[in-house]
């Protein structure tokens, strides 16, 4: 029996080419479309599931207020506030802290910038890392100590057994490796080469660095009690440290509070100040798990819908099966069996898809999906299920419906086609076009607001800008002569503009917060955070950033060590309401008086997706974190680097040199949104190819089926013209239909996406409008191709062949 229904089967699929490509094309572009974004989506979720205690360990996440407003959000918090915490709740079986740390670690003639972690003993007992060499018990009890990963261990030591070892940093200190683990996986938060211990902190700065309150920058990890209910410990620790720190921060009219980030939440759902990392998108990975939605329901449609209106073509054969004593639940199985087929070729070929489109999608993602993803089981049950619930979904209607026709009326050939079916078929197209609109009008708003990020006045110029991240390992005594000649003989080449110093530059959010300060006249409860900029007399006009009112700091003030100039959104928060009030105020700034004398215009530090910032800039002309090189119009950039290069050699030996072109880094920013618009909009293509395919193949059945009443229209003297708008109307009205249904969805979708952003385009009716028209164009082109041809028929042959 088995045998009969594949023959049968076989036979069908064969006779039928056009439409059993059409289903399995459009099936298996669905399917591995939906494989890919699966294992995306997959992957952006497993982030640290691999910690065998991760749904029990919490990150201590800080939140700042002033005045009651919260004002900053941070990844890290108080150096005291593990501890703290630790000793009072039970609740807490275990605390990890870490604060990073960018350093030269050298061994022998080998010499890296490094970011580091201090880290105290308890890190590695709560975290599931595997250990290669030594023991990770006690690995970091002792001062001086560190631990580093299997490929820190081939990058310093080659073969060598690195235990024992000694590694020193540009602090002069000398560290011994007690302990190598593995490499850290791609889907965690948290990656690092080197710990070193946290009992060095304590050893040089003091036991007070374990308990104090007024410095920030540690990551503090919690590993909770089994059956702990992290709301009520959160609201417990809240009512604790509002007794215990509380007081001294309603002094600066400040607040402070904690929040229990479950550990396995940081790499979608958490995007604050110090992230270990750049983290994922929650909103932006699900986003695409709809499409992928969309896509596999729209290649099922089309099966549906193909496959009804190839009812009439197949009732002949209903009738006489019927006839010849087949029973209904036969027949069922009869068409079952086909749909199995059809999605068993879908499902291997979707299977040679992905194979093959793996690496375009790695390029796209920014991820390293591998060739392994086949081994899991995981990938092979999505298959599975995607080929059972594609056959049950996609065949059982068809299968029900065919099966139902009655075979007297057929074979006495008054079987008509169902204004149910036909119904039925314009409702699923609708569904299939509504979703193509979405996506269409969704990547239009992506790559709208791209360009708008992209093309906007920054309120600074970062064109031709060569930046080095200033040295290290520097005599102090010296520091301030050596960086004088070094931009002296930096200028003295031809090529070269301005050579500037600071703090910090565009492209990153500025790493000196300075809480606590107010004007000097006003008291406690006035303070509020600021992040400061150190710069040189160059700064300014050196990336164009306008002074508004006042000054630039200048040589010719040698008061000008203890002036400062604010941005119009500091000015706005320290309670002045236009530039001429701040001039000449007095600041105080962590006990030291400095004086206002100018006020600049809001800058971009950051992307677009940030809201300004409120800046204070400090004069610091000697300061050793940025050297930037501004580069003369028409210059060869790399002729630039290899002499600044060569020179960095001679004035600050010891040091690596490294560099970055800031108007690539500080495009770097976007590059989550360009991939989410690269494969959003891919998908959406692929969304509206295969909803088309099953259009063409809905308009080549139909206009199959009314041959005889084309003929006899262009008989009667019906133009080519007429009958295209008689063929086509009946597609081009859901398709319409679609577009009204899909576009208040779509301004729901594109209204919640676009509150990611502080600077974002306005939602307007042409991005509703292009991509509408866009996909019309593309349908009738497509309904064309069928229409046209039998529009053009000879009626003669027509009716001959009716």
Known sequence: MIKNYLKIALRNIFKHKTFSFINIFGLSIGIAAFLLIVQYVSHETSYDKFQEKGDRIFRLQQNRYNDGKLTTQWAAGAAGVGKAVKDVFPEIEAMAKLTPDDVVISYKDKKFNQKVFYTNNEFLPMFSYKTIKGASKD?????????????AAKKYFGNEDPIGKVISNDKRSDFKITAVVADMPANTHLKFEILLSFATYLKFLGPETETTFDWDGFYTYILLTPGTNPQRLEQKIKTYLDKKIGPEYKKRNESVEYKLQPMRDIHLYSSYMMEAETNGNGQSVYFLFIIAIFIIIIAWINYINLSTARAIDRAKEVGVRKVMGSYRSQLIIQFMFEALLINLFAVAFAFVLVLISLPLFN???????SFLLIAQPQFWLVMFGLFIGGS??????????????????????????????????????????????????????????????????????????????????????????????????????????KVIVSTSVPGKKVGWNAGGIKLAEDGPDKTNQYRVIGIDHDFLDAYEIKVIKGRNFSKEFSTDKNAVLFNEMALKLIGFNNPEEALNRKIDFWGDQYTIIGVVANHHQEGLRQNYDAHIFRLTPTSSNFYSVKIKANQNPQQIVQTAEKKWNEFFPGNPFEYFFLDDRYQEQYNADKQFGKTFGL????????????????????????????????????SVTKLLLLLTKDFIKPVLVSFIIAVPIAYYLLNQWLQNYAFKIAIHPLMFIVPALFILIIAIVTISTQTLKAANANPVKSLRTE
């Open 683 to 718: 998908f959406a293509i692929l969304a509206i190819i295969v909803a088309c395919m099953g259009l063409l193949g809905l308009a080549s059945f139909v206009t199959t089926q009314r041959t005889k009443e084309i003929g006899i229209r262009k008989i009667s003297g019906a």
């Open 139 to 151: 690995a970091l009890k002792e001062p001086l100590t560190a631990v580093i990963t299997e490929s």
């Open 392 to 497: 049950l979904l996609a065949g059982l209607y068809p299968a029900f419906i065919m099966s139902s026709f009655k075979p007297i009326t057929v074979l006495k050939g008054k079987f008509t086609r169902s204004k149910k079916g036909a119904f039925l078929r314009q409702s699923l197209v609708i569904v299939q076009f509504a979703s193509s609109v979405i996506l269409m009008v969704g990547t239009f708003c992506v790559y709208s607001q791209l360009n708008f990020m992209q093309s906007q006045d920054l309120g600074v110029n970062i064109d031709r800008t060569l930046v080095l991240k200033g040295p290290s390992v520097l005599d102090t005594a010296t520091y301030k002569e050596r960086l004088k000649t070094f931009k002296t003989e930096l200028l003295n080449t031809s090529g070269i503009e």
């Open 363 to 369: 390029s796209l993602t920014g991820k390293e999906l």
